[in-house]
């Protein structure tokens, strides 16, 4: 994950400098401000999800293709070549959704003049030699499928058979009207800024350059009737340029009227806002693991109950899977005669095949289980703690003092110091009146 979080954290920076050297300085420090001040894609940037290993490698080719309209140096045009292969070898290895990405700039650069066909196909074919010669093999090697290309797949289950409305359907305008919001995080940048970039003649151009084939994208992509904002996270580093060209208008005439100062002041405000708003999301959002916390402390708690067997077998439940569970979770432990009563053999099982948990005879060979619902776990079982998780905010009134939980009763140099900043807040700026997190038991360990 550190390693996935600098790749990407490397390919935002070159995005900067390729936005420095095709729209000036200002413009790529007011992007990387921008950036900085948005929750989702610093917060994700290193989790292992097909789509952050697909994030940087597009941000790195849309820096490539980003460059000064009617440019016909050798260099731009390298630069174009290396982007396009970057795009194919990404889309065949992680998100299939990224040829989408890659059709809508193709299309528009080869209208736009700025793409010689010629350079299209030679670097579609370098690309998807490169995808092929790494996917097919190392996937097909792993899934022990031979040949296997993981994203043809995942594309004709999808798409083709339709089967992803599974998940669940949205609206054909919510990445319009609810993720690209959200992502975006700062209402000036799409409220203030980009309408401002378009506006102006001198920007015009460039700015529709990156809008076009990115929003394109978006409005293709929404005819799929499931959808997830980490399916178009691609588009969000072109789109805050675009505002970050309109910032950069704005800031470096704030010398020459009281509008611009004003103008100046907004950005700079909301911009604030933006940070703070991350902040927040941040602090709530470790709280959405409770699945995790639960068999932490499972592992904590195991020793201290009578488990004679060398062996522990432990059920985990969707929501605890989907809240924090994972490998890197699990106990290790010593082989054979070197086993302790600290290094005892654990088992861990996610079975959610609806008709075998209906099986009494399934639930027989757990000595524990993390449970969202204890009624449903068939057999004598005992709940030997719960662990509460995320569900809301609430409203603090003058007087109303903090709901008690698990969260509020832990202790560290961090939360005791976040504990005096809301105190002071409380009692000195807002005058009572707060927002705090709603905690509700979520997960039980039962115990056999």
């Known amino acids: 994950r550190a390693v996935l979080g600098l790749f ?5 920076l070159a ?9 000036g300085r200002t413009t790529a420090n007011w992007y990387l401000i921008f950036q900085a001040s948005q929750f989702h894609v610093a917060y994700y940037a290193s989790r292992t999800l097909p789509n952050f290993f697909a994030f940087g490698l597009t941000t790195l080719g849309l820096g490539l293709l980003m460059s ?4 016909g140096s050798t260099a731009a045009s390298q630069r174009s070549r290396a982007g396009l292969v970057i795009f194919t070898v990404t889309g065949i290895i992680f998100r299939s959704e990224i040829a989408i990405l890659l059709g809508t700039y193709t299309l528009f650069s080869l209208f736009r003049g700025r793409l010689k066909i010629s350079d299209v196909i030679a670097s579609g074919v370098v690309g998807l030699v490169i995808g092929l010669a790494l996917t097919v093999p190392i996937d097909s090697f792993f899934w022990q499928r031979w040949p296997l290309w993981p994203e043809l797949s995942g594309f004709w289950f999808n798409v083709m058979k339709g089967q992803s409305s599974n998940w669940g359907t949205s609206s054909f305008h919510h990445y319009f009207t609810s993720a690209l919001p959200r992502l975006l995080l700062n209402p000036m940048t799409y409220q203030l800024c980009i309408p401002f970039t378009l506006a102006i003649s001198s920007l015009r ?4 350059d990156i809008l076009i084939p990115n929003l394109a994208f978006v409005f293709i992509y929404s005819f799929q009737p499931h959808k997830e904002w980490r399916f ?3 588009v969000i580093p072109p789109l805050t340029a675009v505002a970050a060209m309109g910032a950069s208008w704005v800031w470096n005439r704030r010398a020459k009227s009281f509008a611009y100062q004003v103008l100046s002041l ?3 405000a909301s911009t604030l806002a933006s940070f703070s708003a991350s902040l927040g999301m941040l602090a709530i959002s470790r709280l959405n693991y409770p699945g995790a916390e639960a068999l932490n402390r499972l592992h904590a708690i195991a020793p201290t109950l009578d488990t004679p067997s060398d062996v522990i077998k432990v059920h985990m439940d969707t929501l605890s899977c989907m809240t924090g569970v ?3 979770l699990e106990m290790p432990t010593s082989a054979g005669d070197n086993r302790t009563e600290a290094s005892k053999l654990w088992i861990y099982d996610k079975t959610e095949d609806p008709e075998r948990l209906l099986f009494p005879d399934f639930w027989e060979q757990f000595d524990f289980v993390l449970a969202e619902r204890p009624e449903k776990v068939i057999g004598k079982w005992e709940i030997v ?7 809301g905010l609430k409203l603090l009134r003058p007087g109303d003092s903090e709901p008690t939980s698990q969260e509020a009763a832990k202790s560290n140099a961090v939360i005791d110091w976040c504990k005096r900043l809301e105190m002071f807040m409380r009692t000195r700026v807002t005058r009572g009146w707060w927002l705090t997190a709603k905690m509700e038991p979520r997960i039980r360990i039962l115990r056999k």
């Open 205 to 208: 151009t460039s700015a529709l």
């Open 232 to 234: 178009i996270i691609y």
């Open 68 to 71: 000064l309209p009617g440019s």
């Open 15 to 23: 995005f900067r400098n390729s936005i420095a050297r095709n729209l």
């Open 266 to 268: 907004v950005i700079i």
């Open 8 to 12: 990407n954290a490397f390919c935002i």
């Open 385 to 391: 703690d719960e662990v509460d998780g995320y569900t």
């Open 326 to 328: 994972t490998h890197f």
